[in-house]
Nanobody
Framework: QVQLVESGGGLVQPGGSLRLSCAASGNTKNIHGMGWYRQSPEKQRELVTFAPFNGFSPKYADFAKGRFTISRDSTKSAVNLEMNSLKPEDTAVYYC?????????????WGKGTLVAVSS
């Protein structure tokens, strides 16, 4: 089992910045990547960014490119998401994701989510 705890959400004005953090605990040795998804009332949950732990470059959704940056704390299973130039349409609950592989089984673990609200 893997537990994920997010922090850093809140209310920000358009054009502002926020930093989200996610720390994994429990059986973290089989995590092969971590990332962020988001969900707003009008949409299904969608990928924001995902960082594989094998050294490959992170993947970003088109809306995140150039504005959002994921980083990993290599000393532990934790990732941060720096969000700049925030727009009202970025308002959503942001969920941390950990991708776990055990032999041939793939599992996803999720945090409880943190609300990001972009409004003036």
């Amino acid at each position: 089992q893997v537990q994920l705890v997010e922090s850093g959400g809140g209310l920000v004005q358009p054009g502002g910045s926020l930093r989200l953090s996610c720390a994994a605990s429990g059986n973290t040795k089989n995590i092969h990547g971590m990332g962020w998804y988001r969900q707003s009332p009008e949409k299904q949950r969608e990928l924001v960014t995902f960082a594989p732990f094998n050294g490959f470059s992170p993947k970003y959704a088109d809306f995140a490119k150039g504005r959002f940056t994921i980083s990993r704390d290599s000393t532990k299973s934790a990732v941060n998401l720096e969000m700049n130039s925030l727009k009202p349409e970025d308002t959503a609950v942001y969920y941390c994701n950990a991708a776990v592989r055990v032999l041939d089984d793939e599992m996803d673990y999720w945090g409880k989510g943190t609300l990001v609200a972009v409004s003036s």
